[in-house]
């Protein structure tokens, strides 16, 4: 217990799915939760029963002065911040040809152009109080090739090759801020459910080690946040995590019984 204490941090997205596990563990951790998010009913709602301090806002991660605002309140109330999880993201289901201008522009604003915003305006809070770590939420999708998910890939991937820029650009400037990025393959979360046009599992993902082809749990991936969230981490900077169960290394499925 403790592997935060003290620290402060910012989850955006972190109403539903892998944002609200992150926020779970970061809590039961000893972190104080600033919950971000457009759904803000649901953010209060998780904001309520983390306790230990943490806060809802409404938060559209595109939004420049939005993110202005946040970083100002978190400045103005806590003085610091230590952690930042760029998790909020959306995807469209097309290939190249049937992908819309607007859909490929609102992927990347979300999922890209959002984890730039945040970086840029809570570095120099981060860096004010001492230092912190950034999270950056990217996908295997940004290593491999899925063809119904042209946006999703060209955001990810962005994210992907942004987060090594901005962790040397912390160390060139001599700032004691670290910044990663996680890839997640097939998350038991809403988002995904959605995207893959299936049914929500009939229970919950089990413990222990999972077969091939099985999805994690949002669980799975906030432990991994957590790590890379606490001073445990703290030789790790511009490193990318895949948390795939292997899938990306291993196209090999079960054979029927």
């Not at 999708?141 to 901005?166: D, E, L, N, P, W």
């Not at 091939?212 to 969230?229: C, E, T």
Request: negative net charge; charged residues 20%; hydrophobic residues 45%.
């Amino acid at each position: 217990m403790g592997r935060v204490s003290n620290k402060v941090a910012v989850v955006t997205g972190g109403a539903n799915g892998i944002g609200a596990a992150t926020c779970e563990r970061l809590s039961d951790e000893g972190a104080t939760v600033v919950v971000a998010d457009v759904d803000v009913d649901s953010a209060r709602d998780l904001a309520a029963r983390l306790g230990n301090g943490a806060l809802a806002r409404a938060h559209d991660v595109t939004s420049e002065s939005g993110w202005a605002r946040l970083m100002a309140e978190i400045l103005g109330t806590f003085g610091r911040l230590d952690v930042l999880v760029n998790n909020a993201g959306i995807a469209f289901v097309a290939d190249v040809v049937d992908t819309t201008l607007e859909q490929f522009r609102r992927v990347n604003a979300v999922s890209s152009e959002g984890t730039f915003l945040g970086c840029k305006y809570a570095i120099p809070v981060m860096h004010r109080g001492g230092g912190g770590s950034i999270v950056n939420v990217s996908s295997i999708a940004s290593h491999m090739g899925y063809s119904q998910f042209c946006a999703y890939s060209a955001a990810k991937g962005a994210v992907r090759s942004m987060t090594k820029s901005i962790a040397i650009a912390c160390q060139m400037r001599q700032y004691q801020i670290r910044c990663n990025s996680i890839h997640p393959g097939s998350i038991e979360t809403a988002m995904t459910r959605i995207a893959e046009g299936r049914a929500a599992v009939a229970s919950p993902v089990p413990d222990g080690v999972l077969p091939i082809g099985a999805s994690g749990a949002p669980r799975d991936v906030a432990n991994l946040v957590l790590f890379l969230a606490s001073d445990e981490s703290r030789f790790i900077t511009g490193a990318e995590y895949v948390i795939d169960n292997g899938s990306m290394i291993c196209q090999e499925v079960p054979l029927p019984a």
